[in-house]
């Protein structure tokens, strides 16, 4: 028998503390806390510095390792390792990310780290890890944290309580509508573009001025937004508003096609640079935000390999230290502007950026704010820092006002005051008690230095007073009127203005915006180079297309054992429709046919056709046509040509046919036309009018002719005036025309009569 040991005293039991709850209840209990926990510590910014708690811990950290943009630059990973063991604790690589994009130019409107070495580049190549680069800190950077040790955020204790980090930086500088943000959280997300920080300034100055303004006067100063690469926002003028109105919505960015700025610094926006022999190519200088060059010239590469753009010949990166992407046209008659079109449909020449001011205010509390109340929140929390810097120098003032008393009374009775000292063994309460000091105003005095007597002059130390006192009414007069903070506010903004305007290289708008023409109808068959071509096609079915327009009785050369069957005049933008004897019609593009230097290729290869079924006929495609469309049976109707084009290559099924009945006749009936002639196995001719003949989408149609026996041999339009022509046999090429018809004009459906001597004996007309 084995032995078991009693259970151990040592400890409680674990299992004492298990709760017993709903499955459910426990899980959405702690899954609010993690979507809570997403949402305000992680990826939504604060309305008042415009910052995700990484980002803020960065610049943080570097500003404890004294990273000044006058200082030397250190190692990104001394950087990367103070923020995850004393302030961030995730991981390295996510928190070396973050700060390689704040340094970037092209990620950042305003970059708020200066980085030395790899930090990645527009093409969108990755940054070197962070053993090999260094960096510091911005001036923009510098701004934001100003005031840092005025007394004018809170400090809250660092995840394992060991340090202190600010709760928000207190800087003046606009930086969430500045820089803009990005963020998924849990159920909710935000997207942020970036803006001017002139025109953020001039849209809160007329806050400030008029509280009440609109927000249509707000969009007058205020434009838009303002990308890092530039680029043109086509959206008109009203969906931006209403976007920044509610605070949802999205923008569309187009690239600049552009050769350059001209000596006044405006862009020369046609991007069209002519070459010799009046060739063009098209020059790119700014692409949308956020797409990566290297990935834009690829997907433009495939567009010419996949033949999806067939007037673009090539496209060459050119970029240097600027962006010059150069896009080179099949030829010099194609439009530039369709190139453009293009261009923005089929690449990301032209993408969309969402707009979603989705923010944590004052409160912590996440909200989708417009642009005038997100201003006005902010200008509260500005307001709400300046008074807390003032009330600190207050006590920093009040302090010193205090000590300076005390050096006033210890210059005026100096003498008394050593020999207290040397002579007593307790001095301060002595001299609290006889000069009447406070407890500090005694302690200062007994920690001066000797030194620091000479210092003690009276005419300095009342001049000191006089202007802290002076100073201290204007802050306390500054504290009780709000007038005076918002007038203080707008002084401040005004001088943070003049280093971000608008004529200084980094104030300087980078975006046009600029609404887009109406888009023109956009038709992938317009980017095809119209050339006339011969379309020939073998009695199997072996499709080419001879460049010009040769005879089309030619001896072409096909296969042995083939021979001709169709040959008509098209232009390469024609689309072809194909008719085969099972109802079914196919669409082709007379550019997709081979060239003629060989045989061509199967049609089969490049349409789902049916093995068994024949082509009957091969029309060029004329918008707004009609054509006869006539069964083996006599049954038929027009159809309109438009409703013939298929989309696929499965083709369209058209002319409902049964067992052993064939769409034999595809005529396109010409709009003089004003009869209808057809003619049986029988030999037998009726002539109807047209308008007796139904316009139908589908179908087996209505009956043409009637028979005993036999089927329907032709058909054809013509008009009655003109009478009918037929060709004559033999090789003279002549025809003949009977302008009497009226001896065979019936009513559609009649069994008909003898055609006029002279007539084939083939029954073809």
Known sequence: MVKTKPPSDSGPDPFDAIVDAPFDAALSERYLVYALSTITARSLPDLRDGLKPVHRRLLWAMRQLKLDPTGAYKKSARVVGDVIGKYHPHGDQSVYDAMVRLAQDFALRYPLVQGQGNFGNIDGDNAAAYRYTEARLTRTAMRMMAGLDEGTVDYIPTYNGEDEEPEIFPGLFPNLLANGSTGIAVGMATSIPSHNVAEIVDATLMLIDNPHAEHAELMQVFHGPDLPTGGVIVDSPAAISHAYETGKGAVRVRARFSTGRDENGVWEDTGIEKLTSGQWQLVVSEIPYMVPKGKLIEQIAALIGDKKLPILEDVRDESDETIRLVLVPKSRNVDPDLLKESLYRLSDLESRFSLNLNVLDARRTPGVLGLKLLLQEWIISQIDILLRRTRHRLEKIAARLELVGGYI???????????????EDEPRPVMMAEFELTHVQAEAILNMRLRSLRKLEEMELRREQKDLLAEQENLQTLLDS??????????????????YAEDTPLGRRRTTIAEAAPTREFNMDAMIEKEPVTVILSAKGWARAAKGHMALDTDFKFKEGDGPAFALHAQTTDKLLIALDNGRFYTIGADKLPGARGFGEPIRTMLDIDPAAQVVAVTVYRPKAQLLLAASTGRGFAAEADELLAETRKGRGVVTTKPGVKLTVVREIAPEHDHVAVMGDNRKLVVFALSELPILAKGQGVTLQ?????GMADAVTFRLEDGLSWAMGGDSGRTRTEKDMMMWKVARGAAGRLPPNGFPRDNKF
């Open 409 to 423: 009374i210890a210059y005026l009775n100096l003498d008394r005051i050593i020999a207290i000292i040397r002579t």
């Open 482 to 499: 709000p007038a005076k903070q918002r007038t203080r506010l707008k002084r401040d903004l005004a001088s943070l203005r003049k280093e």
């Open 706 to 710: 009637r028979y005993k026996d036999g």
